[in-house]
């Protein structure tokens, strides 16, 4: 699979990087989280890094002054298993460097979308990037098995938090597993087997190879 990064044109109906921030004392204090032996773990909002000096300057010019969390996903990981979307923009920034799997919300078709539509993007140590809101995205990918990745996601607070308690009333409400989180799901994904409705079909995407 291509690699792009966030830096080349391709990456422009996906995102933008973030221009003007320090991340040096965010990315100190993920640092210090240990890995998981295997896999991923993510948290909506880690007191140790919603205590970084660079919280306030996101809540405000990254998100325009609305409530924010800032929390992390991190562990080992190549493959694609999920899409998810929200209702606004994400930023991510990590320790190191790591990759995203990409794709767009327009791309859905009668509620599926196929993987070969999915595009990879390289994103540099401590660089901020916004994925916009008609970006569907997941668990960020690492680039060395040893070190996994540490990526800090900030979202607007409450977002991955328990679901609102409803009765779906069309297919899109029954992609939704958290709160301001809707998911499509690969039929070979963990995700899939404990419920998760089935959103994706073709190849469930692994860069091991590529990386």
Same mark, same amino acid.
């Given at each position: ?15 933008? =990087? ?5 991340? $040096?004392? *965010?990315?100190?204090?993920?640092? #210090?989280?240990? &890995?998981?032996? !295997? ?78 539509? =999915? ?5 540099? $140590?401590? *660089?901020?990037?916004?994925?916009? #809101?008609?970006? &569907?995205?997941? !668990? ?72």
């Amino acid at each position: 699979m291509k690699i792009y990064s966030v830096t080349d044109p391709e990456f422009v109906p996906y995102g933008q =990087v973030c221009q003007g921030y320090d991340t $040096a004392q *965010l990315c100190a204090a993920m640092a #210090a989280i240990p &890995l998981p032996d !295997a896999g991923t773990a993510y948290e909506p909002g880690i007191p140790a890094l919603e205590a970084c000096d660079i919280l306030p300057e996101l809540r405000d010019r990254a998100y325009g002054g609305m409530p924010v969390q800032l929390g992390m996903c991190w562990g080992h990981n190549t493959r694609l298993n999920c899409l998810e979307y929200h209702r606004d923009s994400e930023v991510n920034i990590g320790t190191g460097e790591f990759i995203l799997l990409l794709a767009r919300q327009e791309e859905i078709e009668n509620g599926l979308l196929d993987t070969a539509k =999915v595009k990879a993007f390289r994103v540099p $140590a401590g *660089l901020p990037v916004e994925i916009y #809101a008609t970006t &569907l995205h997941y !668990a960020p990918c690492h680039t060395d098995p040893n070190a996994g990745f540490r990526v800090a996601v900030v979202l607007p607070k409450g977002t991955n938090t328990p679901k609102p308690d409803f009765a779906p009333k069309c297919g899109e409400d029954r992609r939704m597993t958290a709160r301001n989180k809707w998911l499509l799901a690969h039929p070979d994904s963990d995700e899939a087997q404990n419920g998760a409705l089935i959103g994706l079909t073709g190849e469930n995407i692994d860069i091991k190879e590529d990386i």
